[in-house]
């Protein structure tokens, strides 16, 4: 058995809740650079107001790193980081630790599986609340992403906070919601991408047996439990292990990068706009495809499933644990 032993209580949905806030800050600590680098090559060459083109700065994602690291130092990987964690706080927790609850409230009472059908409008339902509840957190650390180094007279923001109160004043509540529906969109798309693939993938790994040891240990020839659904003491079986976690993660990520980057690069210079380069996000969407065609939807994808890939991966091992560490640490526990 790899990491925590099984408890034999399964988590409340507090502490799924709890878990998945505290995993996506973890994942994000250790993939931000890869996110700061993907917002570049997303917006790198857009034409903005006043009309200018800027020119090739970013090639490749190690190119991106280096070059920020040289002309802007080590910290501009991280700039933006204090919002990317108060995203995580109040987003992961929705759409990730709320998922098996609202699953479980869209599974007809009586059925023996979870079809694909609910599984969707589970991920759609937590991905969609989650956007509303945490876009102004999403937009300022897009806009500090995307920003360059300068100095403390001409920085766009001087703060987090401090950009939280310029752009509400500056452009209204609205410019906090800024890009809200091709948010929702993109992670309507990655909740089903990330947390449906994962669910299932995880679920045929444990079906399949693939993740046994050379006695075979844990099989014993029952089907586990679903991934992230445990309705039973007992239902995290041998199988449900690290080894398992990591493989359906990597693949959840893959799966996501794939679908979701079209609109994740219409959502990046959506929100990363000022005030009237866009009337809203069709005409980004348009601008984009008639500045670079199709092959601009897809701009930083590489950066994009390493950051995603990689983010997924710590985020549901870590996630795994973390319930799994509560739910042996709750009193009174069986």
């Keep these: ?81 204090a919002a990317g964690l108060q995203r995580q706080m109040s987003f992961a927790s929705i759409r990730i630790g709320l998922y098996d609850s609202v699953k479980q409230l869209y599974t007809p009472k009586g059925a023996e599986n979870t079809g694909m059908a609910t599984r969707l409008l589970a991920g759609c339902t937590t991905g969609a609340v989650a956007v509303a509840c945490a876009q102004p957190t999403d937009v300022v650390k897009v806009r500090f992403q995307a920003s360059r180094a300068l100095s403390d007279s001409a920085r766009r923001y001087s703060s987090t906070m401090d950009a939280y109160r310029t752009i509400a004043r500056e452009e209204g509540i609205r410019g906090l919601w800024r890009g809200t529906l091709p948010n929702i969109a993109r992670n309507a798309i990655i909740n089903c991408g990330e947390l449906v693939t994962y669910d299932l993938l995880k679920d045929a790994l444990l079906r399949a047996q693939l993740m046994t040891g050379e006695d075979g240990v844990g099989g014993h020839g029952q089907v586990p439990s679903l991934s992230l659904q445990h309705p039973s003491p007992g239902s995290f079986p041998p199988l449900d292990n690290v080894p398992c976690h990591f493989v359906a993660a990597f693949g959840a990520g893959f799966c ?76 009174g526990r069986a």
Excluded: H
């Design 1 to 81: 058995m790899v990491g925590l032993k099984p408890p034999e209580v399964p988590p409340t949905a507090a502490m799924k809740f709890v878990s998945a806030g505290m995993a996506g800050c973890i994942a994000d600590l250790c993939t931000f650079p890869l996110d700061t680098a993907k917002v570049r090559l997303q917006i790198q060459g857009e034409v903005t107001i006043p009309r200018t083109i800027s020119s090739v700065e970013y090639r490749g994602v190690l190119g991106t790193l280096s070059t920020m690291v040289r002309t802007e130092g080590a910290r501009s990987l991280y700039r933006g980081l």
């Design 256 to 331: 996501a990068t794939v679908v979701a980057s079209p609109v994740d690069v219409v959502k990046t210079r959506y929100m990363n706009a000022s005030p009237g380069q866009y009337r809203n996000a069709l005409s980004c969407l348009l601008a984009l495809l008639m500045q670079d065609g199709p092959a601009g939807l897809y701009k930083g994808f590489v950066p994009s499933f390493l950051r995603l890939g990689s983010w997924n991966v710590v985020m549901f091992v870590s996630y795994e644990q973390l319930q799994r560490a509560m739910a042996l640490a709750r009193p």
